[in-house]
């Protein structure tokens, strides 16, 4: 790996004017705040990456620094519905553009559809990673089917157990029937 492609110390203009393209992984463990959301679960799986640099030519004839970055991960979410833990696929891609100052990113950010950053010659690539999962995060994880139906089986138990105190309803009838008017 030639040491500008880096991803915790990129080199942004350099990856980009070269048109870099970094694939990499990474455990989850490095991930700290990914891997409190699953609770400490999963820390030796890994978070796919790939990253394109590429400089574009600006409305203004100014090129700029560019960057195209998708990841994807398998992470155990905890369930919403029974509170174990659901592997789920979080994935997303996204670019980004780079300008020299944070001035200069908070007011474009602001304007610009796209996601604008402070340009950097040690660019961690990996914490901009980690930012974008969090994002990406469902709200409500989910298994498909649970494994282990805790609620609904208390459910059903409860519902058999009602129908086997209470009298079926046309056997009533039936008695209703023949006690009938004398
Ligand atoms: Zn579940």
Request: charged residues 25%; contains cysteine; proline residues 5%.
């Amino acid at each position: 790996m030639k040491p500008e492609n880096d991803p915790r110390r990129l080199h942004l203009s350099s990856f980009a004017q070269s048109g870099g393209h970094l694939l990499g992984e990474e455990r989850l463990a490095h991930f700290e705040r990914l891997i409190a959301e699953t609770q400490g679960v999963g820390a030796e799986a890994r978070v796919h990456f790939s990253a394109h640099g590429e400089m574009r030519l600006g409305g203004d004839g100014v090129q700029q620094v560019w960057l195209r970055l998708s990841a994807q991960a398998a992470l155990a979410l905890t369930c919403q519905r029974c509170l174990g833990p659901a592997e789920v696929t979080v994935e997303f891609a996204r670019e980004f553009r780079f300008v020299a100052t944070e001035e200069l990113a908070a007011v474009e950010d602001e304007v610009c559809e796209e996601d604008v950053l402070v340009i950097s010659r040690a660019f961690n690539l990996l914490e901009l990673i980690e930012d974008e999962f969090l994002m990406a995060l469902p709200i409500a994880p989910m298994h498909d089917t649970c494994p282990v139906p805790v609620q609904l089986q208390a459910a059903d138990a409860d519902f058999d157990q009602g129908e086997d105190e209470s009298p079926n309803p046309f056997a009533v009838l039936q008695q209703l029937k023949r006690n009938g008017p004398h």
